[in-house]
Structure formats: C-alpha cells, structure tokens
C-alpha cells in the first residue's frame, strides 16, 4: 500500500490550454474523491466516483471541467480552457467500500495548477 | 447552507497544550474529522467522532458535542513539527447508499509552535 499519488506534482499553464491530472487511489478503495483548495482555504468538494461511475457533481465543477474513472481504478480530471480563478491545488482523495461509520477518506500529495 | 468556523491563527509554546475549536451548521451530519497539512503537502488524518465525547489518540484527542454543534482538537505535549494547518471537516452523508461520503471543510486553524 503506497498511498494515494496524483500526477504531475506541479503544472504551469497559460490561459485557454488544457489541462489534465491523474490520480491513482489506493489499491482496492472503491471511492474516490476530487477536491480543490486555495491559498487559506480548506479542500473544496468537486466530484466523487464509487467505482467507475461518477455519482455526484459539485456546482462548482462547470463544464470546462471533466472528470473520468474508466475501469474503477485511476481517475482524471480534465480542465479545458483554463482560466486564471483555476489556479489552485487538485486534491484526490480514496476511501475503503463499507459504511459511512467505516469511512476515512486519504489524501494525496495533490497537483498544484498556475494558469498564466 | 453549510458553515465551519475556526480561528484562523494560533501560537503555542513548545511543550504545552493547545485547543483547537470548531463549530459547525450543516445540512447533514454523519461525522467529524480533523486533519493535519503541512504547508504544500497533503491533509493527513488526525481524528474521528461520530458519538458526543472524548477520542484520545496519544497526543491527539479530539472530542464532540453534536447538539451545539462544536469540536475541539486538543495536542498535548507540543512539538515544533506539530506547526501546521489543522483542518476541521464535517461528513455529509443524506443517507442514500449511492451518495458520496464528501467532507466539507473549514479554511484551517494555522498553528505555529515557537521554541
């Protein structure tokens, strides 16, 4: 067990590019969770998969923004069109099937994004 | 709506006790949990309490009262490495199986530890 991991670490862009960001969750977590957070700001909900399917959407997840999990294990999460307000760090998060009584959710080391 | 307060700073002196508050509104509640992050790193799981009361994790204890709404997270015995944002985040669960589990987080607790 490694951990959660997201690549790359860092990602400089300049606006209207796209953007894409991996996450590989701990083997055998069947959730899976995207979050954003800013600069003195706590972890933002964007989406969530169990398994492979896409479950729940923030509103703050607009349509630039696409996130996949296509065999239940890794995901991605596509910005296309980036803006400077996306600039921030994409946090993934992975947690065990079983009861929300069960559920702890793990962390990893995030992909930090600066739109030019 | 959903609200977390938290203070934003704390000082404390290496070797003391400090006490971390957080009240909260929420929609739902299914559970309380704080997390450490250390500047640019990831949150690290600290704590959980669904029941009221006291959960001691060595120099970790974290406790609840779900009718006002409140939790603290008490460290003990400081360490210069225990300089970090504390996260205090709240599980929103509407009670479907198919729902997420998601946290909703206050902005952090950023708590620095002087020799």
């Known amino acids: 067990d490694t951990g959660v991991s997201q690549d790359p670490r860092h990602k400089i862009t300049k606006r209207g590019q796209n953007v894409t960001f991996r996450c590989d969750p701990i083997s055998e977590h069947n959730r899976l969770y995207w979050y954003r957070q800013t600069l003195g700001q706590g972890p933002e909900f964007l989406t969530y998969?169990?398994?492979?399917?896409?479950?729940?959407k923030s509103r703050l997840l607009s349509d630039r923004f696409s996130a996949e999990r296509p065999k239940g294990s890794f995901s991605t999460l596509e910005i296309q069109r980036t803006e400077q307000g996306d600039s921030a760090m994409y946090l993934c998060?992975?947690?065990?099937?079983?009861?929300?009584?069960?559920?702890?959710?793990?962390f990893g080391p995030g992909t930090r994004l600066t739109v030019l | 709506g959903q609200n977390i307060d938290q203070p934003t700073e704390m000082t404390a002196t290496e070797g003391a006790i400090v006490q971390i508050n957080c009240t909260y509104q929420t929609s739902g509640f299914n559970g309380l949990f704080w997390y450490q992050q250390h500047a640019g790193e990831a949150p690290t799981f600290l704590s959980y309490?669904?029941?009221?009361g006291l959960e001691e994790k060595g120099r970790f204890s974290s406790f609840l009262s779900r009718s006002k709404g409140y939790s603290y997270l008490l460290l003990k015995e400081l360490q210069m490495k225990d300089s970090a944002s504390y996260l205090c985040?709240?599980?929103?669960?509407?009670?479907?199986?198919?729902?997420?589990?998601?946290?909703?987080f206050g902005s952090g607790t950023r708590l620095l530890v002087r020799p």
């Open positions: 998969f169990q398994n492979e399917a896409q479950l729940e």
């Open positions: 309490n669904v029941l009221d």
């Open positions: 985040a709240v599980r929103d669960w509407p009670g479907r199986m198919d729902s997420s589990y998601k946290l909703i």
């Open positions: 998060a992975s947690s065990s099937p079983g009861p929300p009584r069960a559920d702890t959710q793990y």
